[in-house]
């Protein structure tokens, strides 16, 4: 059962909080940053992952604050029923236990049956992406693969396909890799125009097995092998995964080629699992395992160290600081290594859908922040667009850069420039540029009435995330981090990160629509006069 926790954060630490804000309004960031050994007050790190806050706006009394609100809420009971597999998951009374993927060494705490499934769905995946990565079907060596086309749309999708592209190595003997998510069949047609059927094979990823968007897919790539190669040669080539099997199976995929997921694993945190069954035969079995192993150092350092020098809670209480006492709105992330630039759009997903909730555990409205609008792009190309909003822009924005220090490649110049781009924002938009150094700048003849829009308020905080590497070890600790930050963010909200009922809706309302929008379709108001638009134009 799991036991009772704090369903509001704490009035008396959040006034203390917005008190130490206030003083700090008053101290520049330069000040700050000029403060004796404080690079090494706010930043920490584990096993080649560093994070660097000393460019927040926040001093000691603030972070322990801060520290004191996380104990406050419970953090560290949370973390352990989170590791106890307690039905933390409170609206669907289930575990999000999927920290067991990562680590055998938690399967004790899964009931035996349970503990079997996954060991054994974790060993067929695994067999399965060996054949597939030596470019052949599992049990018909004589049936060449050189094309994977993966098939799922959230978090059936978003982490397989950031590990697939950050990890790969360019092995040209390995499967290329494919990805088709959202229902629109152009990316699908284009694809298929240009790939062999009897060299390509299929991987569905559904946890319920009832998602359109990758049924219609499913059946339209089953379709497209069976018309080339006949029903039996077609169902070699189609793998699933998902936590129904027998749905697979109405769709001719044998149980041979299906892999189960757990209910209780989210999509949003199912990289781990036999999700991942096509990144792994293009990266190779042994580079996913090291990234299991990467996560699950991060899960060891999570539950061993001390709040305050605990990554994921320093990240958590970075963001509620600046969700909840600074006021903002949005939080961005710009990697600065294009092997990442998936990320921001894996971090959307993992907080958005985890933590954009509304009603606390008590089950009432919450009457502050929650979930950040998450954004980003590749830190270099995103200079030369959103990055002049986030310098002169009237809100501040709260960032993350992430960077990779030593590179795959030998070209250290342009290393060197990436890591000094990465850099010179970070101090950009903490120190700014006042009207006396843009004088000095541009000269005493610079046009006075133009100075102003030369200036550059700074005080604008950034976090700075570094890898040693980009090694599949080092990425999976950066996506467990990221993980148990929105688990810690939650805790404090007093919200559930583990259901996303707001996803239903529009789904259930979508097939009425869909009836509707036919030329003899149902009346739907609100929607007539629209529906009657679509109805004439659609086969124009």
């Not at 307690?86 to 503990?115: C, G, Y």
Request: hydrophobic share 45%; charged share 20%; net charge negative.
């Amino acid at each position: 059962m799991v036991r009772t926790l704090v369903t509001r954060m704490n009035p008396e630490i959040i006034a203390l909080l917005q008190k130490s804000n206030n003083r700090l309004r008053t101290i520049p960031s330069h000040e700050l940053l000029a403060r004796a050994g404080r690079f090494a007050r706010f930043s920490r790190g584990v096993e080649g992952l560093l994070l660097d806050h000393s460019r927040l706006h926040i001093d000691e009394e603030s972070l322990g604050l801060l520290i004191r609100l996380a104990r406050d809420s419970g953090v560290e009971a949370a973390r352990g029923q989170l590791f106890d597999a307690a039905p933390v998951n409170w609206t669907e009374r289930r575990p999000a236990f999927h920290m067991v993927l990562r680590d055998p060494s938690l399967l004790a705490r899964l009931p035996a049956d349970e503990a079997a499934a996954v060991t054994s769905s974790q060993k067929r995946m695994l067999a399965i992406a060996d054949a597939l990565h030596a470019g052949r079907l599992p049990g018909a060596p004589e049936a060449p693969v050189r094309h994977i086309v993966h098939v799922g749309i959230g978090g059936s999708l978003l982490g397989p396909r950031l590990i697939a592209e950050a990890l790969d190595t360019g092995n040209p003997t390995a499967p290329q890799l494919y990805f088709l998510g959202s229902v629109d069949a152009h990316e699908r047609e284009s694809l298929l125009s240009r790939l062999d059927p009897s060299e390509t094979a299929v991987v569905l990823v559904s946890k319920s097995f009832s998602t359109v968007d990758a049924l219609m897919h499913g059946r339209a790539l089953q379709a497209w092998l069976q018309r080339a190669l006949g029903a039996g040669p077609a169902r070699q080539r189609m793998f699933a995964v998902t936590s129904e099997p027998e749905r697979a199976g109405t769709l001719g995929i044998v149980p041979e080629q299906t892999l189960q997921l757990p209910r209780w694993v989210g999509g949003r945190y199912s990289v781990w699992s036999a999700v991942s069954l096509s990144a792994a035969a293009r990266i190779g079995s042994e580079a996913f395992r090291e990234f299991q192993q990467g996560a699950a150092c991060m899960d060891r350092h999570f539950q061993e160290a001390d709040l305050a020098d605990n990554l994921p809670v320093l990240s958590a209480v970075a963001s509620v600081w600046h969700r909840n006492i600074c006021g903002f709105g949005a939080w961005g992330v710009f990697p600065y290594d294009l092997r990442l630039r998936l990320l921001p759009a894996y971090l959307q997903q993992l907080i958005m859908e985890s933590n954009g909730k509304s009603i606390g555990r008590d089950g009432q409205r919450l009457s502050y922040g929650t979930a950040p609008v998450v954004f980003g792009d590749c830190g270099t190309d995103a200079q030369h667009s959103v990055f002049q909003a986030l310098h002169q822009g009237v809100e501040p924005v709260p960032i993350s850069l992430v960077g990779i220090i030593r590179p795959a490649h030998g070209d250290e110049e342009a290393q060197y420039e990436l890591l000094a781009n990465l850099l010179a924002q970070a101090t950009a938009l903490a120190e700014g540029r006042t009207a006396e150094q843009a004088r000095a700048q541009f000269g005493p003849q610079a046009d006075p009435e133009l100075l102003a829009h030369r200036t550059f308020n700074g005080d604008r905080p950034s976090e700075i995330v570094l890898l040693d590497e980009l090694t599949p070890a080092n990425l999976g600790q950066l996506m467990a981090m990221y993980e148990h930050r929105v688990f810690v963010e939650s805790v404090i909200w007093g919200i559930n990160a583990f259901d996303q009922w707001g996803v239903e809706l529009g789904k259930s309302l979508a097939p009425g629509i869909r009836e509707a929008l036919h030329p003899q379709g149902p009346s739907l108001p609100g929607l007539d006069d629209l529906l009657a638009y679509i109805r004439e134009r659609i086969k124009a």
